[in-house]
């Protein structure tokens, strides 16, 4: 697991955390990789802590609650300048993530960041 140290560029809606309190409560300890693929690529993908290998290159953005939120260093180099807000609404969640087949998905929403260390 990567030992960069979070960077705190990450917070959730309260229907966001509490769609992630369902999942934990199914399936136990989770954490979100943001995708970066053409079609799901506002999509965070929830995943069991033990059936994903986070990656060296992958940025640990912070966590909600308990849950680390992770972003590939390709996709982090176009984002680096916003901090992101994991949402929900209506629709079917990635194929192989936690929120699909539950009638509604994480959705990531951003914020041009105001920070100077950005």
């Known amino acids: ?19 992630l309190d369902e999942i934990i409560a199914d399936h136990g300890p ?9 079609c799901d690529g506002s999509s965070p993908m ?3 802590r033990s059936d ?4 060296d290159n992958d940025v640990r953005l912070g966590t909600i609650g308990e849950t680390p939120v992770y972003i590939s260093a390709s996709q982090y180099e176009a984002w680096k300048h916003t ?3 994991i949402d929900v609404v209506p629709g079917r969640g990635g194929m192989f ?19 100077p260390t950005c």
């Open 1 to 19: 697991m990567p030992s960069h140290p979070p960077l705190d560029k990450v917070s959730a809606t309260a229907e966001a955390v509490a769609l």
């Open 30 to 38: 989770v954490l979100f990789h943001q995708s970066g693929g053409c």
């Open 46 to 48: 929830c995943y069991p």
């Open 52 to 55: 994903f290998i986070v990656g």
């Open 83 to 85: 901090d992101l807000i």
């Open 97 to 115: 993530s936690l929120d699909n087949g539950r009638e509604k998905r994480f959705l990531t929403r951003s914020t041009v960041c105001a920070r």
